[in-house]
């Protein structure tokens, strides 16, 4: 390989060229793009279900529905035994993997619809009011949670007297704490907030002083 030559892909703990880095950033989104696609429009790979277009003699199936692809091909055996019309349609896979196409046309029509009732919100506002709680949990997390990640960063007193009960409580689940959370703090926006305080104080109380250790000590 001459000087200018770019490192091999595989190559253990080699730099990427930007190209290359470009590249594989973007084939991090386009690899489960495709194989998304594959799933939701190749036939043969994963399509249990089967979409209507002729009932023929089976009663209990009718034109546009879904029904399951193996229970209808064991029911055209037994029609066809008797000299029946058996059933025909198209292979699907609506129901436990949309197709692309199908979620960004229900993305647009969430945003282009209405709400069923004048007093519920559009999707837009409901999106605006997840991330107002996001952003205020995360907030309160941080007021406490970045200086006290500094301190126990920079002084080994103070790591040792909060970190060990901080790395055993963050794996408590946050969501435990729903009912909690509802039955001191109301069924407002207060409970959400608490969550995300919950799920979110504790590793950066962790990351924040690993990195600080890090650190030039200069800096602190």
């Known amino acids: 390989m001459g000087p200018s030559a770019s490192p091999p892909w595989f190559r253990p703990l080699a730099g990427l060229a930007p ?5 594989l950033w973007a084939l991090s989104f386009l690899l489960p793009l495709a194989l998304w696609s594959i799933v939701s429009y190749v ?3 994963w399509h249990p279900m089967l979409r209507i277009t002729d009932p023929g003699d089976i009663d209990w199936v009718a034109t546009g529905e879904l029904a399951p692809r193996a229970d209808v091909d064991r029911e055209n055996v037994a029609v066809r035994a008797r000299g029946g019309h058996p059933a025909v349609g198209t292979r699907a896979n609506p ?3 949309p197709a692309p196409h199908e979620v960004a046309r229900a993305l647009v029509t969430g945003f282009t619809t209405p709400p069923f009732r004048a007093d519920e919100p559009w999707l837009h506002q409901s999106l605006w009011h997840s991330i107002t709680v996001i952003f205020w949990g995360f907030l309160v997390s941080s007021i406490v949670g970045v200086p006290l ?3 126990c960063g920079a002084l080994p007193s103070m790591a040792r007297l909060t970190e060990p009960f901080i790395e055993f409580f963050r794996y408590l689940p946050a969501p435990a704490f729903g009912a909690l959370a ?3 703090l109301g069924i407002e926006d207060a409970p959400k907030i608490a969550i995300i305080v919950i799920g979110t104080f504790f590793q950066q109380v962790l990351i924040i002083a690993n990195t ?8 602190l």
């Open 95 to 97: 129901v436990f993997l």
């Open 182 to 184: 509802v039955a001191v």
């Open 149 to 151: 990640g500094i301190l």
């Open 19 to 23: 190209r290359r880095s470009r590249q």
């Open 212 to 219: 600080t250790r890090r650190i030039d000590p200069a800096l």
């Open 43 to 45: 036939p043969f790979v």
